[in-house]
């Protein structure tokens, strides 16, 4: 990564972060703030994003939704990961018969196309942004964790592992101190390739209507609520559509050049 | 085949000269003004540590240095080098100088037969038809006294043996009928007896009338061979001579240093590096005999599929002394020595550490006597966490793996450990990727040290360092058994290692115990066929 493009990624992680937690520094309007006078205005010096059918200002909007998108992004790859951790160690850790127990599993889970599976595990806990997070996270969890899985078991034949069992260390230390920290490395510019994807399934859940219910804003319920409109209003979908792609094309280059970096190590 | 009909003159015209030569890596200079030539019928070795320059004056001889290469002559085979392009090179190596590859183990394809690998050369070479080729690659094979050459030219790298394979890679440096046969380190990191089949064979070449260079870092290897002998310091050669008068009558100050670190016939706990620490040869571990000893092997077998990797091993290892376990590649030493660390579970027999039972145990029965053991092995960095620093490592041996923060309470013994290893405390920031490969395996024993245990199994600890630096680590070993009292078992394939370390040595073969005795019975009076078949191999500078 050159010192540019690493500037640039953290100016990038900053705006998004600082947007997320403080939107109202950025923009002092209320996304909520209803002017039925003002509905559909095209983008102009007023409103620089236009407004929809309620006259709320599109901007203000998509600035305030980044705290829900990310938020649902982050929270559902932490789910995700968190749970393929553990799944993913205890399989290569575990006896032979409980590491196929557990493969087949995460197989059978594999085999289900991730949205679907999202979707199914919605229809049994009713949408929300609690059920989007566990919805999205459950179904990437299988793939993190075949890969933690296989590294560790690399890791866990390794000379490393050896001196470790010679040196005292017992299961539990070996794997907080050395076997997980290794197989992570690797796997951390995935994650953040992962966040972006999920940023776009929490969007996609909601376009749905089943992860954050209107009127709040959020990405996703807004490209929703847009469509509707798309024929004489097309910044009401364009503007929270270009905030999807841009934080995901952003994490996946960031996850890219992470990933190039690991790769030179 | 021509130079063999020629006659034996003695002073035939150099087949390489070079003068002036210097190799640049950008503003780096690797050699600088290096001159020698290589007559027929002679050989030459070039030595001096890793680093040094060796393999980049050898290499630019085969227009391979990669670097600037500058000289007032580099007349190779008739030919100018510095005129030469790379097609034109192309026609030099393998033709009239070829090289016998450092990595000798990893250098063929394994996915091709022998034969169809050495054949290659011929392909670029000459205008050969199949069955011709085919021919001159058994030729070359009978050539290197490989048993039964047609089956194993059909055979893949990985169904010959060790010494099979070092076979074939010389026919593969033969099969062009090179006038120039360069050997960079192939006898490094080879165990004695396929080191002597090298230097027999190396010797053949030359008798032939060929021009030999041998490259090597351990002078021992290079005295029976070399005709002359050029030390190489830094990208310069610091002493060049006729092979007798440098061995025994060195002039330059690096040269005795490398004399001095050759481990074979020096006495036990006699410094083989110029180390400021103070000789102390008197026998330090003189009244263990009587106590108990500090590790006991009794009847350890195990088999992998059908094959007896260990058969029937027993030892005992008094406490403050040194065992050397000696043997060939493949002989069982490296399994003997899992099982005695609790890696491998035998199929039968025990192991006893302080006269406690160690192997087969359950794991966490045995986890409070596991300090009183440590280990060192052959690649230090493979063995340390890549995340943690110097400092991190020890501290996390200190603390039996609650903190790596040296911060936390350990940084004096971080700091008092460095320094009984002779290493500056300095460097507890750095991250082991950044230290030398001496500097590492201090670091290694150092973290071994950490529980003050009772026995060190050190497998293979300084195979993979130059002499000079094998020298340092060894009396650094030396020094910490006098100083602790701990009991070393001594694993190596190298017979001068051992017989500098060990107060008494087994010799190992087939998985086997074959002889075991006192160091100066084994190399002045030993018993079994193997055992003076192993001495006889053993390249010796006294």
């Known amino acids: 990564m050159s010192r540019l493009s690493k500037i640039l990624a953290w100016l990038f992680i900053a705006f998004w972060a600082l947007t997320a937690l403080a939107p109202a520094l950025i923009t002092p309007g209320d996304p909520l703030a209803i002017n039925p006078a003002q509905a559909f205005q095209a983008p102009g010096a007023g409103h620089v994003f236009g407004t929809d059918e309620s006259g709320r200002d599109i901007y203000t909007r998509v600035i305030h939704g980044a705290g829900d998108s990310l938020f649902i992004g982050l929270a559902a790859t932490a789910v995700g990961m968190g749970l393929a951790i553990v799944l993913g160690t205890l399989a290569a850790m575990a006896p032979r018969w409980l590491d196929g127990i557990i493969l087949r599993v995460l197989e059978a889970l594999y085999s289900i196309p991730s949205l679907l599976l999202a979707l199914l595990i919605i229809a049994f806990t009713g949408p929300g942004v609690g059920p989007a997070i566990i919805a999205v996270g459950l179904s990437t969890a299988p793939g993190y964790a075949r890969l933690v899985r296989s590294q560790i078991r690399t890791l866990k034949n390794s000379e490393m592992l050896e001196a470790a069992t010679v040196l005292g260390r017992g299961t539990w230390l070996k794997v907080r101190n050395h076997l997980v920290p290794n197989a992570l490395k690797p796997l951390l510019a995935l994650v953040t390739l992962g966040v972006g994807q999920a940023v776009i399934w929490a969007a996609a859940l909601s376009f749905l209507g089943l992860g954050t219910p209107p009127p709040a804003p959020e990405w996703g319920a807004m490209l929703s609520a847009g469509r509707t409109y798309l024929h004489l209003a097309w910044w009401m979908s364009l503007f929270p559509g270009l905030a999807i792609v841009v934080v995901a094309a952003g994490a996946t280059l960031i996850g890219r050049a992470l990933g190039g970096k690991a790769r030179t190590i | ?542």
């Not at chain 2, 290197?144 to 076979?167: C, I, K, W, Y």
């Not at chain 2, 201090?442 to 950490?450: M, P, Q, V």
């Not at chain 2, 190298?494 to 190399?523: N, P």
């Open chain 2, 1 to 542: 085949m021509s130079i063999e009909s020629q006659s034996s003159g003695q002073e035939r015209a150099p087949l390489i000269t070079v003068s002036n030569l210097s190799v640049s890596f950008g503003c780096t200079v690797a050699v600088q003004d290096v001159s020698f030539t290589l007559s027929p019928g002679r050989a030459l070795a070039l030595v001096g540590e890793s680093g040094s320059g060796k393999s980049v004056t050898a290499r630019s001889l085969l227009g391979l240095s990669g670097g600037t290469v500058t000289a007032d002559t580099l007349q190779v085979c008739g030919r100018d080098g510095l005129a030469l392009r790379d097609r034109q090179w192309q026609g030099i190596r393998g033709n009239a100088v070829s090289m016998i590859l450092q990595d000798a183990l990893m250098a063929l394809d394994p996915l091709r037969p022998v034969g169809r690998e050495i054949g290659d050369a011929l392909k670029v070479h000459g205008s050969y038809s199949r069955a011709e080729r085919r021919a001159r690659v058994i030729d070359a094979l009978k050539r290197v006294h490989l048993p039964d050459p047609e089956l194993r030219a059909r055979q893949r790298s990985t169904e010959l043996s060790g010494g099979m394979r070092q076979r074939a890679l010389i026919a593969q440096a033969l099969i062009g009928d090179p006038q120039v046969v360069i050997a960079d380190e192939a006898t490094t990191a080879l165990d004695s007896k396929l080191t002597a089949l090298v230097l027999q064979q190396l010797r053949q070449l030359k008798e032939q009338g060929r021009a030999v260079l041998m490259i090597s870092h351990d002078l021992a290897q290079v005295a029976n061979l070399a005709d002359e002998i050029a030390v190489m310091r830094r990208g310069k050669i610091v002493e060049h001579g006729p092979a007798a008068g440098v061995l025994e009558d060195p002039q330059h100050e690096y040269t005795r240093t490398l004399l001095r670190a050759v481990p074979s016939g020096v006495p036990r706990f006699v410094p083989l590096s110029a180390s400021p620490a103070p000789a102390a040869p008197t026998a330090v571990a003189a009244d263990a005999a009587d106590s108990a000893p500090a590790l006991r092997a009794q009847n350890l077998s195990m088999s992998f599929g059908g094959r007896r990797a260990v058969d029937s091993v027993s030892f005992e290892l008094p406490s403050g002394t040194t065992l050397g376990l000696v043997g060939e590649s493949g002989s069982g030493k490296t399994t003997t020595a899992r099982i005695v660390l609790g890696l491998q579970k035998p199929d039968s027999g025990q192991v006893q550490l302080l006269g406690q039972e160690f192997a087969p145990r359950k794991e966490s029965q045995r986890r409070e006597l596991r300090r009183a053991m440590g280990a060192i092995y052959q690649n230090p960095l493979g063995s340390f966490d890549p995340r943690y620093t110097a400092g991190q490592l020890l501290a996390d041996a200190l603390s039996k793996g609650k903190s790596k923060r040296a911060a936390g309470g350990y940084r004096d013994e971080v700091a008092q450990l460095l320094e009984q290893v002779e290493l500056d405390p300095a460097l507890a920031s750095r991250n082991p990727r950044e230290l030398s490969g001496g500097q590492r395996q201090r670091l290694a024993i150092a973290r071994a040290l950490a529980p003050q245990p009772a026995v060190l199994v050190l497998d293979e600890p300084v195979s993979a360092l130059d002499v000079s630096i094998q020298a340092t680590v060894l009396d650094l070993l030396d020094r910490i058994q006098q100083e602790t009292g701990t009991s070393y078992l001594f694993i190596s394939h190298d017979l001068s290692v051992i017989e500098h370390m060990s107060d008494r040595v087994a010799v190992m073969t087939r998985g086997r115990i074959v002889e075991q005795a006192d160091t100066a019975q084994i190399f002045g009076d030993p018993q079994h066929e193997y055992t003076k078949s192993l001495l006889s191999a053993m390249p010796r500078l006294r």
